[in-house]
């Protein structure tokens, strides 16, 4: 299987969504010292719902998701990009290594914005496996202030 | 002797280098992949594929999709990744991981034997 059929697949998309969300969510239990019971009982959800996300299998409603991630203090904003830019780009925003101790953005990248509000980051990053600079930019929609915080994810 | 080659795994962009191993000219994830064709199971192949990616990024992965297997008798770790009916079997390299071979979760002991007699094989033919 090429690169493209696989970013191609709804199974790349919904399996990267689980694993982001399984990652805010553990790093979250990690940082307030909480185990599956405690975040059940704090989410207000059964330990059976918080086992199925930490398992990484999460498929529920839209709205379960924005609710998880405003507990867990993230705010989840959706993207859309062109496939053929994801391709071009190589998909590098998504594959950096998100911090979430830095930052307050839980970003699922799925679109292009051409809202107002929105800023183009160009970022360079050095791969330094191969020790080649690769260029490429991200968008965010970014309606607030702090804008260091909210792009931390890139970093 | 069999004969051994390492082939980068194209559809993994990450940090850490993915790598397939070629046992006597057959590439064992391409053999798998082939195995699944038209199957109810190539779903379960590209999750495999993202687990392997999102790993590959220094991502944490859940235990349930993830592990390093017990039992290894000798320095090189030997990891399983795991989805609801598959496993893919991988070994350490130096930076990234070389996946060795591709069974079905029914298969999982005997396939784990055979997994371990290819990686001392490999090891030895280095």
């Known amino acids: ?155 | 002797m069999s004969k051994f080659v390492l082939h980068k795994i194209e559809s993994i962009k990450g940090i850490q280098e993915f790598s397939q191993l070629e046992i006597n000219g057959e590439k064992q994830l391409d053999k798998f992949e082939i195995e699944l064709k038209d199957t109810t199971y190539v779903s379960e192949f590209k999750q495999l594929l993202v687990y392997m990616e999102y790993l590959a990024n220094n991502n944490p992965l859940p235990k349930t999709k993830f592990r390093e297997l017990k039992g290894n008798k000798d320095k090189v770790k030997e990891y399983e990744f795991k989805s609801k009916h598959l496993r893919l079997y991988a070994i350490a390299q130096h930076g990234g991981k070389i996946v060795v071979l591709g069974g079905f979760k029914k298969d999982q002991s005997k396939d784990i034997d055979r997994f371990r007699a290819i990686k001392k094989q490999y090891l030895a033919s280095l």
């Open chain 1, 1 to 155: 299987m090429n690169r493209e059929e696989l970013i191609n697949s709804k199974e790349y998309w919904t399996t990267k969504i689980q694993l982001d969300l399984f990652k805010a969510i553990s790093h979250y239990m990690k940082k307030n010292n909480l185990n599956r019971t405690q975040l059940a009982k704090k989410l207000n959800v059964t330990k059976g719902y918080v086992s199925q996300v930490l398992n990484g299998d999460f498929d529920h409603k839209v709205s379960k998701l924005v609710e998880l991630s405003l507990a867990c203090g993230l705010t989840p904003r959706i993207q859309f990009e062109k496939i053929e830019d994801y391709v071009k780009n190589d998909g590098f925003v998504m594959e950096k290594e998100t911090k979430f101790s830095e930052v307050e953005t839980l970003v699922i990248p799925l679109y292009p914005q051409s809202d107002k509000k929105t800023t183009i980051i160009k970022e360079s990053v050095a791969k330094s496996e191969h020790k080649q600079k690769y260029t490429h930019y991200s968008t965010y929609l970014i309606s607030g202030t702090n804008n260091k915080n909210k792009t931390a994810i890139c970093n």
